[in-house]
């Protein structure tokens, strides 16, 4: 009997024991196949050369990020014009400030993707972030989310956090390798800081937007930074999500140093202690959200009044 005849005489919901083998190997076969090319992808970010690691960071003074006088002119227009910031370690800090003040240039300073023309920008005490290379600042321990998220819509939360594992990609070379007990303990606890252990096996492209966002900033979490830096984390979440990214910021402080740079005051007034407003590319005011919202200038200059 050919194939095809043996296949229409059984019904096709319920092929064959031996067929049914067959095509779930198959699956399986090109699953596994695509799970690995993606973990090759991941990991041929740039994110994993291993030249400082995050060990190195010295935070003995208590600051984490110092910029000191930092410029950057883009063909004679200062987009930074002498920014000076100090972070310590463990703080949560919110950046705000008009369009075109600077904010995404700061970090683009910080993770190493464009230059200061002048100043000084380290990590620690020790580690000169103008000497390094976008993936050594990453590896240093540097993380940044970006506003759009950016996760792998095909595969499960888990698999995305397994993904994003920090690994010695010689010691598991594919996604299909068994994962060590720590290695799911971490996975698990990643899932759980940012509310999505119900979710785990849920395909991400099925999860919310703010879901998204904080699987992504779980993703982040799987890579360990010392310092992470989110840009408009609420923006586009409805009411409750943005309420509850407020208590998973705020329970990475401690933990992790966080910059938040964000639009929404009320957001802001609701987990930052200290602000940091930026005009025209240098520090207009520094200082608790009621302080801020007093500021003689920064009621002129940023809310318009
Ligand atoms: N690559 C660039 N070339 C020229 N000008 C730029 C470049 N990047 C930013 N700028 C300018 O620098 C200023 C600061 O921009 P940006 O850091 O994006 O501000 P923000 O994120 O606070 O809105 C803006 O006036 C912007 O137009
Ligand atoms: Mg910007």
Redesign the pocket.
Known sequence: MKPTEEFQQTDAATPQRDDRHSMLALLRAGRENMLAQQREQWDARPQFSRLVTSDDVDVTHGPILYLEDVS?S??G????NKLSLTIDAGELRCVI????????????VITGK?RPTSGRAFFGQTIDLTKLSEPQIAHAGIGRKFQKPTVFERHTAFENLELAMKTDKRARRSLTAKLSSSELERIEHCLETVALSAQRDKLAGLLSHGQKQWLEIAMLLMQEPKLLML?EPVAGMTDEETARTAELLKGLAGKHSVIV?EHDMEFVSSIARQVTV?HE?SVLAEGTMDKIKNNERVIEVYLGR
């Open positions: 950057v883009f063909d227009f200062k987009a930074l400030g008009p369009n075109g003040a600077g904010k995404t240039t700061m970090m683009d464009t840009d740079v930026l590319g």
